[in-house]
């Protein structure tokens, strides 16, 4: 019997006047009927499957369903007045593969796989790190707490001497399957945690967790160059994974203690050096330690002004995991005095006596800017 020969609504066990929630509602329960998965070996079940579904296809689109209350099945067949031209059932060449993917899996039809333990968790640390350390970099040890293996049954969660079994409520699969509604959903089994077995006695030190809590000190080499925000990575440092899973990483994030005479900007070392005013005029020159031990000098030219940056090559934060280093960079900051003897500002009431406004260009490029802005 085909389904042309009976009526849609016939088959949907659905009156002509039902609405759309209706006819789906009455669809999933007859496909959960007679779907094949559930009636192995029985033809008609499988014939009478096809049947709904070329029914449903027709009768939950708003067109077709008009098209097939005004004219049948007529409106389907050798491009019928309904215009849809085909078969009700030519939508539906791979709705038996759809509902074996839904049902299959669910009734039996192909294998669940079994859930393999979650490796354990990455973990954080952060790290102080002064600028010369960041410098040179450093060998240093650090302890934290956090699950490992447990050494008693070396990370099986059996207790010594026993062993486990397949899990009674899974059946060795690692998952479950619940309907919802018209869907199944498949989760991992709540009896044994996806494993597909099941611990017959836990072991006394860790409680068939596998993994303990407890402190351990761990080697950390923090390399030449590191700035704030490196991550150093530690494999297989992190939680012991539980029932014997790999662990997690254990990450190092990096941050730089502030400096007393240096900041830094990637691998440019900042320092601002104050020189006196009759250092700015003559020039000469200023020392400025190195992290490295050694002492740059620094040339000032005459007549510098402040916030003039001198730049040494080299001088500067070694590349992280590569070659050279960056630049040191000294800004000026001419500074005037703020006690005189009376020999000085006597020396200096000379020098002022002998001032043209040739020294200062800026002064007096200003005054000038001045005298043009306001009509002199």
Do not use: W
Not at 288 to 303: R, V
């Amino acid at each position: 019997m085909s389904a042309t020969e009976i009526d849609f609504y016939e088959l949907l066990e659905v009156s002509r006047d039902a609405d759309e929630k209706t006819i789906k509602s009455s669809y999933r329960k007859l496909a959960m009927r007679y779907h094949p998965d559930r009636n192995p070996g029985c033809a008609e079940s499988e014939a009478r499957f096809k049947q709904i579904s070329v029914a449903y296809d027709c009768l939950k689109d708003p067109q077709k369903r008009a098209a097939y209350d005004r004219f049948g099945h007529a409106a389907f067949q050798n491009g019928g007045p309904g215009g849809f031209g085909g078969q009700a059932g030519a939508d539906f060449g791979d709705i038996g593969d759809i509902f074996e993917t839904i049902f299959g899996s669910a009734f039996g039809g192909g294998g669940a796989q079994r859930q393999r333990p979650r490796r354990g968790a990455d973990l954080r640390y952060d790290m102080e790190v002064s600028l010369d350390e960041a410098f040179h970099g450093k060998s240093t040890e650090i302890e934290i707490e956090t699950s490992q293996q447990c050494d008693t049954c070396d990370g099986s969660g059996a207790e010594p001497g026993t062993g486990s079994r397949t899990c009674n409520l899974c059946g060795g699969y690692g998952k479950v399957r619940a309907k919802q509604g018209f869907f199944v959903v498949e989760r991992p089994c709540p009896n044994c945690h996806g494993r597909g077995e099941v611990i017959e006695k836990p072991c006394h030190e860790c409680r068939g967790e596998g993994r303990v809590d407890r402190a351990s000190k761990i080697a950390v080499e923090i390399p030449p160059g590191v700035d704030t925000g490196t991550r150093i990575r530690l494999t297989g440092k992190g939680e012991a994974g539980p029932m014997g899973a790999p662990p997690g990483d254990l990450y190092i994030f990096v941050h730089i203690k502030p400096h007393a005479v240096f900041q830094r900007e990637g691998t440019a070392l900042f320092t601002r050096v104050p020189i006196s005013f009759t250092t700015a005029a003559l020039g000469g020159s200023v020392d400025i330690p190195g992290l490295d031990g050694k002492t740059n000098e620094i040339e000032i030219p005459a007549g510098i002004q402040s916030g003039k940056q001198l730049r040494k090559r080299g001088a500067g934060m070694p590349v992280l995991q590569g070659r050279g280093y960056g630049d040191l960079v000294v800004e000026i900051e001419v500074e005037t005095p703020t006690k005189l003897t009376k020999e000085q500002r006597s020396l200096l009431e000379q020098f002022r006596d002998t001032e043209t406004g040739e020294e200062c260009p800026g002064t007096r490029g200003f005054f000038d800017k001045i005298k043009d802005a306001f009509g002199g």
